[in-house]
Nanobody, 125 residues
């Protein structure tokens, strides 16, 4: 079993930066690919892909909406995944979820087996 716990969310102003953290614990936490997804408030759509990274950290993918604005990284000593968000906009307001799956990165929420509880990020304009 793998457990993920997000932290670092909150209320910020447009243009600010924020770094989310996701601590991964359980069996072999460093051998998992990780990703961030988000769901906007009141949205009935599926969770939106944001960024993903394979277990070595050598492969990353970003959605077009955040490319150049967000950066995913991982520290396998601390078993922690980060999402550095810069130049935040009101449309970045959402609940952000950390997810994990075995080895390979993926942009599909359905591919991930483990999820955090989500953390709110609110950007005021």
């Amino acid at each position: 079993q793998v457990r993920l716990v997000e932290s670092g969310g909150g209320l910020v102003q447009a243009g600010d930066s924020l770094r989310l953290s996701c601590t991964v614990s359980g069996r072999s936490p460093n051998y998992y690919a990780v990703a961030w997804f988000r769901q906007a408030p009141g949205s009935d759509r599926d969770r939106e892909f944001v960024a993903t990274m394979n277990w070595t950290g050598e492969t990353t993918f970003y959605s077009e909406a955040v490319k150049g604005q967000f950066t995913i990284s991982r520290d396998n000593v601390r078993n922690t995944v980060y999402l550095q968000m810069t130049w935040l906009k009101s449309e970045d307001t959402a609940v952000y979820y950390c997810a994990a799956r075995s080895v390979a990165a993926s942009t599909s929420a359905m591919a991930f087996d483990y999820w955090g509880q989500g953390i709110q990020v609110t950007v005021s304009s």
